[in-house]
């Protein structure tokens, strides 16, 4: 079975500051990954995801993610957060491309950002 | 983007009573549905896959005749919280995935929070 681990619950990160959140994933394939971001009280927002190729991908807002294999990780990076940045990061996980088997998601990263 | 859209936003319902949550593709034909649930400050989980016109298929744990969900056309799923009770309050989120092809990634509802009084 697939699992996603956020090890960070809190991230306090000074305005202008640079950001890296934590993403592990546990597969036994190739894995396709998903970074989302969650304001309060709403749905989520996908910022990037990772199939193939290359192994830096670039999102919205700013946000890149680096897939590790050897690591089996896919940190989130953003080299300076702005304060409409402070959300919820989660990091998801599926067994195929297209999610037809529902995606994994890990426990999320609570993002504050000091000013 | 494609859009999905879940309403109601927000509920509010006595307990016992029955609620209804409905979510819509605009844009695009969702083969497949997804529903979550959110408590707060934990992460998504996942409660049931429904495609088109098929029983939905839920996970270990979720209670079907409790969480009654129906995907009758390629535009709307529904989520339908039957006999409330205040532990059934939380934020429910719906995903659709299908054609044309979204290859990569599930498109998902701003959520619909129930509290059950």
């Known amino acids: 079975a697939q699992s996603v681990t956020q090890p960070d619950i809190h991230i306090t990160v000074s305005e202008g500051a640079s950001l890296e959140l934590r993403c592990n994933y546990s597969?036994?394939?190739?894995?396709?990954l998903f970074w989302y971001v969650q304001s309060p009280g709403q749905g989520l927002q996908l910022l990037l995801k990772?199939?193939?190729?290359?192994?830096l991908v670039q999102g919205i807002k700013g946000f890149e993610a680096e897939f590790k294999r050897s690591q089996s990780s896919f940190n989130l990076r953003k080299p300076s957060v702005h304060w409409s940045d402070a959300a919820e990061y989660f990091c998801?996980?599926?067994?195929?491309?297209?999610?037809?088997?529902?995606?994994?998601f890990g426990k999320g990263t609570h993002l504050i950002i000091q000013p | 983007g494609a859009v999905v859209s879940q309403h109601p936003s927000w509920v509010i319902c006595k307990s016992g009573t029955s609620v209804k949550i409905e979510c819509r593709s605009l844009?695009?034909?969702?083969?497949?549905m997804f529903w979550y649930r959110q408590f707060p400050k934990q992460s998504l989980m996942l409660m049931a896959t429904?495609?088109?016109?098929?029983?939905?298929?839920?996970e270990q744990g979720v209670e079907k005749d409790k969480f009654l969900i129906n995907h009758a056309s390629l535009t709307l799923s529904t989520l339908t919280v039957t006999s409330a009770h205040p532990e059934d309050s939380s934020f429910y989120i719906c995903?659709?995935?299908?054609?044309?092809?979204?290859?990569?990634?599930?498109?998902f509802g701003e959520g619909s929070r129930l509290t059950v009084l």
């Open positions: 844009d695009f034909q969702a083969t497949t």
């Open positions: 990772y199939f193939s190729g290359d192994t």
């Open positions: 429904s495609n088109e016109g098929s029983k939905a298929t839920y």
């Open positions: 995903s659709a995935t299908g054609s044309p092809s979204q290859t990569g990634e599930l498109f």
């Open positions: 998801a996980v599926a067994s195929s491309g297209g999610g037809a088997d529902g995606l994994t």
């Open positions: 597969y036994g394939a190739t894995p396709y």
